[in-house]
């Protein structure tokens, strides 16, 4: 079973930054650990539905973005350490919101038209809080 715990979360201003970190640990239901499935970050703002952030490859670092964070937003991955991150550039208020770190993720094939939904990860963190101020 994958346990993702995220960290990082916090208050911030308008235009400052933040990064939030999600170390993973166990083994999915077929036996793939951390360095091979694809990782992912979702977020929720109060009264809307959680909605995709950014995800990236287990096996060349793809990422894929949701176009309001592109140039603001950058995913990584450290596989030795078991370790997902989100470097967040120039916060706006629109960006409060509960963070997810979604792992045990397969994604669609990158010769199609790649689209990141929940239900291509299989484990979820606990979610972290991202409060940005005007």
């Known amino acids: 079973q994958v346990q993702l715990v995220e960290s990082g979360g916090g208050l911030v201003q308008a235009g400052g930054s933040l990064t939030l970190s999600c170390v993973a640990s166990?083994?999915?239901?077929?036996?793939?650990?951390?360095?091979?499935?694809?990782m992912g970050w979702f977020r929720r703002a109060p009264g809307k539905e959680r909605e995709f952030v950014a995800a990236i490859r287990w096996n060349d670092d793809t990422a894929y973005y949701r176009g309001s964070v592109k140039g603001r937003f950058t995913i990584s991955r450290d596989n030795a350490k078991n370790t997902l991150y989100l470097q967040m550039s120039n916060l706006e208020p629109e960006d409060t919101a509960v963070y997810y770190c979604?792992?045990?993720?397969?994604?669609?094939?990158?010769?199609?038209?790649?689209?990141?939904?929940?239900?291509?990860?299989?484990?979820w963190g606990q979610g972290t809080q991202v409060t940005v101020s005007s």
């Open positions: 979604a792992g045990d993720g397969t994604l669609d094939p990158p010769d199609v038209a790649v689209i990141v939904t929940t239900f291509d990860f299989g484990a």
């Open positions: 166990g083994r999915t239901a077929s036996g793939r650990t951390f360095s091979n499935y694809d």
